[in-house]
Structures are given as structure tokens and as C-alpha cells.
């Protein structure tokens, strides 16, 4: 009798953090395959204490990255040699050169996960020695991969242009399908009052996701509070200017929360930020995680007009599209939308409907017939 086959999973992050890790984990699990994944916890605590099928590697207290990463890679391969895997699956650019290492010792299979293009992520953007290397890493490993993923199809044909490959496979990150049922989670843990109408963004607090932008609108809307739902690497400036503006009882950080619990929080909302800002290629194509999450949880969108996320706003009438850029034409979207009843109920109306096209459940089906072709192979 044949071996399962076996997908190790590489990741510098925490699996009950991510969505799409868990889910591609969860839908390869489901479906027989055997699954392992080696993580590399951010913090120096791991949140999962290593065991049959999950390593989690806990990165060294020093903050540089490069360290923290090269300690990752060298700790992390001789465990993902030993699992001696029928494929490995880089789920995000700075697990690939792990990953790739592995499949080269072990004569397996090489899948990576492009998220997004990581040398031209806003991050980036001064800091020329690190993009530099990170797009010679794309470049040299990229083409070596039997598959390629991609969130998008923009994205997708931008890989396919850049590494000369075949186009990646699009797989959207969207939330298992639910029942669809309204909370009042947010307001109730942080005493947000009735009259209060509660704006959220939700994901990582890190450049060019807008988040300035939102902080500045909620100045200029004050019957409104602003939630940020995540952790990153500018909780302590927005902390500050918080503090600054006086703005305590009606702006609110709340920590990333796992994602099987995540949308009882997102249904919470009154409407859903995603002001991704026009900081290169990679999030001009952006299709974010917390758009589909908005739309599952029946909460209308303010969202940055870019072709994919305009693409999903317009085609379904899920909210509105404004330029990031423009913080009078985000505040009047908002503003529109908290006091115009009927367009308020329409959007809801339609996120629902909408909901049951952009889920899990059908887009695992790409995942599904990826790794069974390369099973095959």
C-alpha cells in the first residue's frame, strides 16, 4: 500500500495567527494527506510546544531580523530534512530559502505560496540593501519551484512576468463559509456605547495599510470609534498619536486574535477599513484578507479604488471605493454610509448574498487539484 503523501509546511510566523496557513493545513489534513509545518515563532515564546506534526521554533531575543531569520533557517533544516516530506510548501517568502533547501537534500517537491511580491512590499521601500536581497532570493529560487501560488490573478501575472514561469495559481484567502449572525462583541469588551457607530480595521499595523488615514478621519467623525484588531510594528506610534490627540475613549488597539475566532469580532463592526495605500506593485494588486473577511461578517467596505479590491467592491456593491490618499473623500464614504440607512442595509444585504461566492470551501479546490497533480507527478 502506497505512503500518504506528505506536505511540510515552512513559515516564519504563528500558525493560529495566519488564516491562509491554517486553512491550507486544515483542507490537506481533511483530505488525507499527512501535513507537517515548521514555524518560526516572532516572539521569543512559541505558542505551540514542538509535537508529532508541528515544530515550532522560537526565533533568538536579538531584534534584528536577518538574525532572527538566518537562526530560523539553520535551526529549522536539519528538522525538515528529518521529516523527509514528499513536498515542501513555503508559505511566505522569508520560509522559502528553508524550504527550498530541504526539497534540493531530499529530492522533493518545491511549492512556494507568493503572498505578495515581497521586494516590492511598502516596507521595502528605503531600505534598498534588503529589497535587494530579497528580490536576488525570489530570482534565484523562484523558477526552481514545481508550483506557484499567488493571491490574485493581477499578482499572479506579474510573477509570471517577472520570474518567467508559468502563471501561479490563484488562491484566495477567503474565510470558511459561516452563518452569518451579527455580535456585539467589540462594544461589549471595550464599553463602546449605543450611540457609537464602531469603524474597524483588522490585520497587521504596518506601512501603507492606511492606518494614519483612519486615525486622522476619525477626527472628523464624532459619533464614530475606531477599533485596530491585529499586532505590528506601528502599535507604539499609533499609541502615541493616540495619546497626542486626545483620542483615548475613541480610538481602541486590541491584539490579533486567533483566526478561528476572528470574524465574531469582525461581525461586531459597523464598517470595515481597507485603505491600502499605492506604495508599489504589490499592494496596488493587493487582495486583502480582510476584505472577504469583511463581506463574510455582513459589514459594509470603505476600501482603496484598486483594480482587484474595486473589482470585488463594484462587481457586488459590497461599499464604497475611495482614494486612500484623499482623507476628505474617505471621511464622506464613511459618513455616507453610517447615515444613509438605505444604502447602509443595501451593502449589508449584499455582503451577505455575496459571502457565499468568496469562500473556503470553493477555493480549496484549486489547492486540492494542485498538490493531487504533483502527487501524480
Known amino acids: 500500500m502506497p505512503e500518504v503523501f506528505h506536505i511540510c509546511f515552512t513559515f516564519v510566523g504563528d500558525l493560529q495567527f495566519d488564516s491562509r496557513l491554517s486553512r491550507c493545513v486544515a483542507t490537506l489534513s481533511n483530505h488525507g494527506y499527512r501535513v507537517s509545518v515548521i514555524a518560526s515563532t516572532i516572539k521569543h515564546q512559541a505558542k505551540h510546544p514542538p509535537d508529532d506534526w508541528l515544530i515550532s521554533i522560537p526565533a533568538p531575543r536579538i531584534r534584528r531580523a536577518f538574525v532572527r531569520l538566518f537562526s530560523y533557517w539553520l535551526k529549522g533544516l536539519m528538522p525538515a530534512v528529518r521529516k523527509r516530506a514528499d513536498c515542501y510548501f513555503a508559505s511566505d517568502l522569508?520560509?522559502?530559502?528553508?524550504?527550498?533547501?530541504?526539497?534540493?537534500?531530499?529530492?522533493?517537491?518545491?511549492?512556494?505560496?507568493?503572498?505578495?511580491?515581497?521586494?516590492?512590499?511598502a516596507?521595502?521601500?528605503?531600505?534598498?540593501?534588503?529589497?535587494?536581497?530579497?528580490?536576488?532570493?525570489?530570482?534565484?529560487?523562484?523558477?526552481?519551484?514545481?508550483?506557484?501560488?499567488?493571491?490574485?490573478?493581477?499578482?499572479?501575472?506579474?510573477?509570471?512576468?517577472?520570474?518567467?514561469?508559468?502563471?501561479?495559481?490563484?488562491?484566495?484567502?477567503?474565510?470558511?463559509?459561516?452563518?452569518?449572525q451579527k455580535t456585539d462583541l467589540l462594544r461589549k469588551l471595550l464599553k463602546i456605547p449605543r450611540t457609537s457607530k464602531i469603524l474597524l480595521y483588522q490585520g497587521g499595523l504596518q506601512v501603507g495599510r492606511g492606518l494614519f488615514i483612519a486615525l486622522s478621519a476619525i477626527v472628523k467623525l464624532p459619533d464614530s470609534v475606531l477599533v485596530f484588531l491585529g499586532s505590528g510594528k506601528l502599535r507604539d506610534e499609533i499609541d502615541r498619536r493616540i495619546k497626542k490627540e486626545k483620542l483615548q475613549s475613541r480610538v481602541f488597539i486590541l491584539d490579533a486574535v486567533p483566526s478561528s475566532e476572528l470574524l465574531d469580532y469582525t461581525a461586531s463592526a459597523d464598517v470595515g477599513l481597507c485603505l491600502i495605500e499605492n506604495l508599489g506593485l504589490s499592494y496596488y494588486h493587493s487582495l486583502p484578507n480582510k476584505l472577504f473577511?469583511?463581506?463574510?461578517?455582513?459589514?459594509?467596505?470603505?476600501?482603496?479604488?484598486?483594480?482587484?479590491?474595486?473589482?470585488?467592491?463594484?462587481?457586488?456593491?459590497?461599499?464604497?471605493?475611495?482614494?486612500?490618499?484623499?482623507?476628505?473623500?474617505?471621511?464622506?464614504?464613511?459618513?455616507?454610509?453610517?447615515?444613509?440607512?438605505?444604502?447602509?442595509?443595501?451593502?449589508?444585504?449584499?455582503?451577505?448574498r455575496t459571502a457565499e461566492q468568496y469562500t473556503w470551501e470553493k477555493e480549496e479546490v484549486k489547492l486540492l487539484q494542485l498538490i493531487e497533480s504533483l502527487r501524480q507527478s
Open 94 to 121: 522569508y520560509s522559502l530559502p528553508l524550504a527550498f533547501l530541504a526539497s534540493r537534500i531530499t529530492r522533493a517537491k518545491l511549492v512556494y505560496d507568493s503572498r505578495e511580491l515581497y521586494s516590492r512590499i
Open 123 to 180: 516596507a521595502l521601500r528605503d531600505r534598498k540593501l534588503t529589497q535587494a536581497f530579497w528580490s536576488f532570493i525570489e530570482q534565484k529560487i523562484i523558477p526552481f519551484a514545481d508550483a506557484v501560488l499567488a493571491v490574485n490573478d493581477s499578482l499572479a501575472e506579474a510573477i509570471a512576468d517577472r520570474y518567467r514561469i508559468a502563471k501561479p495559481v490563484a488562491l484566495m484567502n477567503c474565510p470558511p463559509r459561516r452563518v452569518n
Open 293 to 352: 473577511e469583511y463581506i463574510a461578517a455582513g459589514v459594509p467596505v470603505i476600501a482603496s479604488n484598486f483594480p482587484e479590491i474595486s473589482r470585488v467592491l463594484r462587481t457586488h456593491h459590497v461599499g464604497l471605493c475611495v482614494d486612500p490618499e484623499n482623507e476628505a473623500e474617505v471621511v464622506d464614504a464613511i459618513a455616507r454610509v453610517l447615515s444613509d440607512s438605505v444604502l447602509r442595509e443595501t451593502l449589508v444585504s449584499n455582503c451577505l
